[in-house]
């Protein structure tokens, strides 16, 4: 026999007494093996071990349940709801809990929505409770439901239902509280079947979380992100560290005296080549560095595997250390956490990262958040640089282009109407460019590739094209400083440099304004690239638009032209020339739709960057 031996009583024998030892294995849970032929499961067996297992099978006009779970410490619950979908809300529950030492069943109901909550029928009709018990470290009930209730909160089994499996705490009183882990089959299961649900993919939340276990985690619905834990074994504390992962790619924990990164112990468990692997490192400054040798350190690797598409690494690390670069866990430090490529076998600059909201205390068994990923000069950074180039560069690109014989010759200021435009979106453009590259610049505290996803290595260059975008952002105004007079010879030489990196920086600005929208970290809905996409189209074809009139506006001009100059002198009186002349279109107004447009476009992206 194998594993632990756990001591249940001991008898002193001397010479006139018999005494005996007798001993039990840890608690258990036996897979069903009617399971799939005459009984319909839900369990977690596939695992290699059961922590629990739902069972049904009909009987007559009767479904029979069995529940068990493994009790582990304290007072637990284990529910099942019969569901529409696979979210919690409007579910007949069934409830096997612990209290006291005492099991007991319960049937309730889960209150519709998405702040759904759950409530205790106090008199279930018709479902009646065959046998509820407590031994060796297992809670147990069976019951009887009916296929077809008159009570609207006993669904009938007749029909197909989703099933959602929960365990939870169950406080003083007998009062089950909030969950600590929740599944949910793939699809709607038939009760009156001994069909089995497919087991739940991904990772689950460990049950022992906030009980024997230190935890931190991101869970959705019914499965996990990742999942970081921790549990101190005399002088060691072991990790546990999950990850859902493809490709090449890491989880990093890091061991910090603040909340970033600089002077960091660090673990990180990877996935390369299909194979998954521990490295043991330390962060200099901004500088990552792996410790290949494990010698000395104190840390042992227990496990590494790749399953079901689940990395998962399990290493002993020692509470008191002497090794400058792998910290005591004495003291609490804050939890940072980083994902990010794999190259080469080497980790690659994280994609993704968050920090405790405090310092953890690794020697307890504390669930630990994230801080709210502070995204502020990121947002900041692309919501200039989106007001910059979508609004104020487009106006004032397209004003000085077409629209410099606009407003009858009026003036603002004693400049031209045209000019004044121009001027103003062109010096926003300016303020508003050089104002974001120097907040991202102090966000990000140096020049730094971005780690992006796989598949996606345009976007590295986001970094470098927006260099190129603020360096032709500064010199076209420092041109216009030296620009020659209308009359003079090279003044057609300042028009086409001006015009040409004018608009050069607005092509670049928007192909870096999209590539910074898909990074990684900007995290932005996709739904900005599609208005992005949108307001470039609209963009050129305004362009096009305006191009093409003025090609036949100059036509025209000019075959009237022609028109005037055939004619005799007596006919050429201001009134005939007046009437060979077509009425002046006023531009304007489409210029102030094309200004409605780029504002619309802009406002969107920027509110969407904001929300994300």
């Given at each position: 026999?194998?594993?632990?031996?756990?001591?249940?009583a001991?008898?002193?024998?001397?010479?006139?007494?018999?005494?005996?030892?007798?001993?039990?294995?840890?608690?258990?849970?036996?897979?069903?093996s009617?399971?799939?032929?005459?009984?319909?499961?839900q369990?977690?067996?596939?695992?290699?071990t059961c922590?629990?297992?739902v069972?049904?099978?009909?009987?007559?006009d009767?479904?029979?349940?069995?529940?068990?779970?493994?009790?582990?410490?304290?007072?637990?619950?284990?529910?099942?709801?019969?569901?529409n979908?696979?979210?919690?809300?409007?579910?007949?529950?069934?409830?096997?809990?612990?209290?006291?030492?005492?099991?007991s069943f319960?049937?309730?109901?889960?209150?519709?929505?998405?702040?759904?909550?759950?409530?205790?029928?106090?008199?279930?009709?018709?479902?009646?409770?065959?046998?509820?018990?407590?031994?060796?470290?297992?809670?147990k009930?069976?019951v009887?439901?009916?296929?077809?209730?008159?009570?609207?909160?006993?669904?009938?089994?007749?029909?197909?239902?989703?099933?959602?499996?929960?365990?939870?705490?169950?406080?003083p009183?007998?009062?089950?509280?909030?969950?600590?882990?929740?599944?949910?089959?793939?699809?709607?299961?038939?009760?009156l079947?001994?069909?089995?649900?497919?087991?739940?993919?991904?990772?689950?939340l460990?049950p022992?979380?906030?009980v024997?276990?230190?935890?931190?985690?991101?869970?959705s619905?019914?499965?996990?992100?990742y999942?970081?834990?921790?549990?101190?074994?005399d002088?060691?504390?072991?990790?546990?560290?999950?990850?859902?992962?493809?490709?090449?790619?890491?989880?990093?924990?890091?061991?910090?005296?603040?909340?970033k990164?600089?002077?960091?112990?660090?673990?990180?468990?990877?996935?390369?080549?299909?194979?998954?692997?521990?490295?043991?490192?330390?962060?200099?400054g901004?500088?990552?560095?792996?410790?290949?040798?494990?010698?000395?350190?104190?840390?042992?690797?227990?496990?590494?595997?790749?399953?079901?598409?689940?990395?998962?690494?399990?290493?002993?690390?020692?509470?008191?250390?002497?090794?400058?670069?792998?910290?005591?866990?004495?003291?609490?430090?804050?939890?940072?956490r980083?994902?990010?490529?794999?190259?080469?076998?080497?980790?690659?600059t994280?994609?993704?990262?968050?920090?405790?909201?405090?310092?953890?205390?690794?020697?307890s068994?504390?669930?630990?958040?994230?801080?709210?990923?502070?995204?502020l000069m990121?947002?900041?950074?692309?919501?200039?640089?989106?007001?910059?180039w979508?609004?104020?560069?487009?106006?004032?690109?397209?004003?000085a282009?077409?629209?410099?014989?606009?407003?009858?010759?009026?003036?603002?200021?004693?400049?031209?109407?045209?000019?004044?435009i121009?001027?103003?979106?062109?010096?926003?453009?300016?303020?508003?460019?050089?104002?974001?590259?120097?907040?991202?610049?102090?966000?990000?505290?140096?020049?730094?590739?971005?780690?992006?996803?796989?598949?996606?290595?345009?976007?590295r260059?986001?970094?470098?094209?927006?260099?190129?975008?603020?360096?032709?952002?500064?010199?076209?105004?420092?041109?216009?400083?030296?620009?020659?007079?209308?009359?003079?010879?090279?003044?057609?030489?300042?028009?086409?440099?001006?015009?040409?990196?004018?608009?050069?920086?607005?092509?670049?600005?928007?192909?870096?304004?999209?590539?910074?929208?898909?990074?990684?970290?900007?995290?932005?809905?996709?739904?900005a690239?599609?208005?992005?996409?949108?307001?470039?189209?609209?963009?050129?074809?305004?362009?096009?638009?305006?191009?093409?009139?003025?090609?036949?506006e100059?036509?025209?001009?000019?075959?009237?032209?022609?028109?005037?100059?055939?004619?005799?002198?007596?006919?050429?009186?201001?009134?005939?020339?007046?009437?060979?002349?077509?009425?002046?279109?006023?531009?304007?107004?489409?210029?102030?739709?094309?200004?409605?447009?780029?504002?619309?476009?802009?406002?969107?992206?920027?509110?969407?960057?904001?929300?994300?």
């Open positions: 026999m194998s594993g632990d031996v756990y001591f249940k001991t008898i002193v024998h001397t010479k006139s007494t018999d005494y005996k030892i007798t001993t039990s294995l840890p608690p258990t849970i036996v897979p069903d009617e399971c799939g032929s005459t009984k319909g499961c369990s977690d067996c596939n695992t290699g922590s629990y297992q069972t049904w099978k009909r009987s007559g009767l479904v029979r349940f069995e529940f068990q779970q493994l009790l582990g410490t304290g007072n637990k619950y284990q529910a099942v709801g019969l569901s979908d696979s979210l919690m809300g409007n579910d007949s529950v069934m409830i096997c809990k612990s209290s006291a030492d005492v099991a319960e049937q309730g109901t889960n209150s519709p929505g998405p702040g759904s909550y759950y409530a205790s029928l106090r008199n279930p009709n018709d479902v009646r409770t065959i046998e509820t018990s407590q031994a060796d470290g297992v809670i009930c069976v009887e439901r009916p296929i077809t209730s008159n009570d609207s909160n006993v669904f009938p089994l007749t029909e197909s239902w989703y099933l959602l499996h929960a365990i939870g705490p169950v406080v009183g007998g009062y089950v509280v909030k969950h600590t882990a929740t599944t949910s089959t793939q699809n709607k299961v038939d009760l079947t001994a069909n089995q649900p497919p087991p739940p993919s991904g990772i689950g460990d022992d979380c906030g024997s276990k230190g935890c931190q985690f991101s869970c619905g019914d499965s996990c992100s999942l970081l834990t921790w549990q101190v074994r002088d060691l504390v072991r990790f546990e560290m999950m990850e859902a992962l493809s490709g090449n790619n890491y989880q990093a924990m890091g061991f910090s005296s603040d909340n990164m600089g002077d960091d112990s660090v673990m990180a468990c990877k996935l390369n080549g299909g194979s998954a692997s521990f490295e043991l490192g330390f962060n200099t901004k500088s990552y560095s792996s410790i290949p040798d494990l010698t000395g350190t104190g840390v042992s690797v227990i496990e590494t595997s790749y399953t079901s598409g689940v990395v998962r690494c399990v290493i002993d690390r020692p509470i008191n250390s002497t090794n400058n670069q792998v910290f005591s866990l004495t003291r609490n430090w804050y939890l940072l980083a994902s990010g490529p794999v190259s080469g076998g080497s980790l690659s994280h994609r993704s990262k968050t920090s405790s909201s405090s310092t953890v205390d690794f020697l068994a504390s669930l630990v958040t994230e801080a709210e990923a502070d995204l990121v947002k900041l950074h692309g919501s200039f640089m989106m007001i910059a979508v609004m104020f560069s487009s106006i004032g690109i397209v004003t282009r077409f629209f410099k014989g606009g407003w009858e010759g009026k003036t603002l200021g004693g400049i031209k109407v045209w000019f004044q121009h001027r103003t979106c062109m010096v926003s453009v300016f303020v508003l460019t050089v104002a974001a590259f120097v907040i991202i610049f102090i966000d990000v505290g140096e020049y730094r590739e971005v780690a992006v996803s796989d598949g996606r290595d345009y976007l260059y986001h970094p470098v094209l927006g260099i190129v975008v603020t360096a032709l952002t500064v010199i076209n105004p420092i041109m216009s400083l030296f620009r020659c007079g209308p009359d003079d010879k090279r003044r057609p030489i300042f028009n086409i440099a001006h015009f040409l990196v004018g608009t050069g920086a607005h092509i670049l600005a928007a192909i870096t304004v999209l590539f910074g929208m898909n990074i990684d970290r900007s995290n932005v809905s996709m739904d690239s599609y208005v992005m996409y949108a307001y470039m189209a609209t963009f050129v074809a305004i362009e096009l638009a305006f191009e093409l009139q003025r090609i036949c100059k036509s025209f001009n000019s075959s009237n032209d022609v028109a005037i100059e055939m004619k005799s002198t007596s006919e050429k009186s201001e009134k005939s020339i007046q009437f060979e002349k077509r009425p002046a279109i006023k531009k304007e107004t489409f210029l102030y739709i094309h200004m409605l447009l780029m504002i619309a476009f802009c406002v969107a992206m920027v509110v969407i960057v904001i929300t994300s």
